[in-house]
Nanobody, 114 residues
Framework: VQVSESGGGTVQAGGSVRLSCATD????????MGWFRQAPGKERTFLGT???????YYRDSVKDRFTIYRANAENTLYLQMNNLKPEDTAVYYC?????????WGQGTQVTVSS
């Protein structure tokens, strides 16, 4: 199972970024997927997840600014991030869960400048 993120970059505070996560059709159709991030010197933290029927769950600190959604025809998961803050600077990871196994992407860097 391969998971691959894209869409990172540098953005000014207050701006928006949309990250993408691509995987194979079977994984996308049958398993929940989620987004995490890891800031420099910190642990990887949960941001949100989406079930195969589209139900979402978010970390409280981002739920008013971040939106996770699925594009089923594209087998792609998205993370829309608005009103970005310098503290959102991190490497963002996508994860698929199949049984007891986690499949992570390589991560994509998002840098928010003040």
């Amino acid at each position: 199972v391969q998971v691959s993120e894209s869409g990172g970059g540098t953005v000014q505070a207050g701006g928006s970024v949309r990250l993408s996560c691509a995987t194979d059709r079977w994984t996308f159709a049958h398993h929940a997927m989620g987004w995490f991030r890891q800031a420099p010197g910190k642990e990887r933290t949960f941001l949100g997840t989406i079930t195969i029927n589209g139900t979402t769950y978010y970390r409280d600190s981002v739920k008013d600014r971040f939106t996770i959604y699925r594009a089923n025809a594209e087998n792609t998961l998205y993370l829309q991030m608005n009103n970005l803050k310098p503290e959102d600077t991190a490497v963002y990871y996508c994860r698929a869960v199949i049984g007891d196994t986690y499949y992570w992407g390589q991560g994509t860097q998002v840098t928010v400048s003040s």
